[in-house]
């Protein structure tokens, strides 16, 4: 059986692939500053996921154990570890 590789969508994507599926009212649409705020949030969310994981890759570089990175997040290390072991 053949398995797929998924890629992870940003989250502007996958918005707009679904929003390719939905076609709304024209009686409703509404202008793109309609949606500005969560557009920009996406974006910022994106590049927070992106910086924390730069840290935590330096961090484990520099000799941080997991269980200081977890407790930094109040996760358990396992859940770091998982997350991000194969990023290291």
Same mark, same amino acid.
Do not use: C
């Given at each position: &059986?053949a398995?797929k590789?998924h @890629? /992870?969508?940003s989250?502007?994507?996958?918005v *707009?692939r679904?929003?390719?599926? %939905?076609? +709304?009212? +024209?009686?409703?649409?509404?202008?793109?500053?309609?949606t500005?705020?969560?557009?920009?949030a996406? @974006? &910022?969310?994106d590049?927070?996921?992106?910086?924390l994981?730069?840290? %935590?890759?330096?961090?484990?570089?520099?000799?941080v154990?997991?269980l200081? %990175?977890?407790?930094?997040?109040?996760?358990? +290390? *396992?859940a770091?570890? *998982? /997350?991000?072991?194969?990023r290291?």
């Open positions: &059986m398995t590789s @890629k /992870k969508l989250v502007e994507d996958a *707009q679904f929003e390719e599926g %939905i076609e +709304p009212d +024209p009686a409703t649409r509404r202008g793109p500053e309609a500005a705020d969560i557009r920009a996406a @974006k &910022m969310l590049y927070a996921e992106s910086l994981e730069e840290n %935590i890759v330096d961090a484990r570089r520099r000799g154990t997991w200081e %990175i977890a407790l930094a997040l109040g996760v358990t +290390p *396992q770091v570890s *998982q /997350k991000y072991r194969d290291v």
